[in-house]
């Protein structure tokens, strides 16, 4: 199976930060990856797929970006309502396979 | 408006069956591939499988597939989990979604399962 390494497990980081959520992939998958927000009681959220597009509904903050198998999750100016578990998805190779998850908390 | 709502959760001895229904409204069930997903506690997200729009593809993630079977009923616009030989590992918040976009682009809130005597 595909394995996705996400990094930082945890971070914090305060108001209107920049913030970098990385996932690498053990093997290439092209652009078949996707980002998902999940909030505790919520269901995940869809925030991008194919590793660069903006999902319907989400703020213009968010960007992904992919160079070679490591890929990207963006916020730009950190608000208080990004505090989640943000988890990337593989769907290259089956069987498709989360990474284990950033936890975002705000400082 | 997109709607999927799980249903058919609950407390169940190790050992039985249990059957998920996740019944969806707001767009084109039978246009669409349907997938499981579930989220033990304290543990990250887990995909179980997917169903093509007629049924005749179903994938299910290998260390899972003796253990779940999914089905669609398109006339009642209505995703199924039968789930068997349950164990205190398959408790988790199970979540129904449409498959779009190699991702999932709809989800449901999820339905609790908790396998315990």
């Known amino acids: 199976d595909i394995q996705l390494t996400q990094s930082p497990s945890s971070m914090s980081a305060s108001l209107g930060d920049r913030v970098r959520l990385n996932c690498q992939s053990s093997q290439g998958i092209g652009k078949y990856l996707s980002w998902y927000q999940h909030k505790p009681g919520k269901p995940p959220k869809p925030m991008i797929y194919?590793?660069?597009n903006l999902a319907d509904g989400v703020p213009s903050r968010f960007s992904g970006s992919r160079s070679g198998s490591d890929y990207s999750l963006t916020i730009s100016s950190l608000k208080s309502e990004d505090t989640a578990i943000y988890y990337c998805?593989?769907?290259?190779?089956?069987?498709?396979?989360f990474g284990s998850g950033t936890k975002l908390e705000i400082k | 408006e997109v709607k999927l709502v799980e249903s058919g959760g609950g407390l169940v001895q190790p050992g039985r069956s249990l059957k998920l229904s996740c019944a969806v409204s707001g767009f084109s069930f039978n246009d669409y591939w349907m997938g499981w997903v579930r989220q033990a506690p304290g543990k990250g997200l887990e995909w179980i499988g997917e169903i093509n729009q007629d049924s005749r593809t179903i994938n299910y993630t290998p260390s899972l597939k003796d253990k779940f079977t999914i089905s669609r009923d398109n006339a009642q616009n209505t995703l199924y989990l039968q789930m068997s030989k349950l164990g205190s590992e398959d408790t988790a918040i199970y979540y129904c979604?449409?498959?779009?976009?190699?991702?999932?682009?709809?989800w449901g809130q999820g339905a609790s399962v908790t396998v315990s005597s």
């Open positions: 194919y590793a660069t």
């Open positions: 979604a449409r498959l779009q976009w190699a991702g999932m682009d709809a």
């Open positions: 998805l593989q769907f290259d190779e089956y069987p498709p396979t």
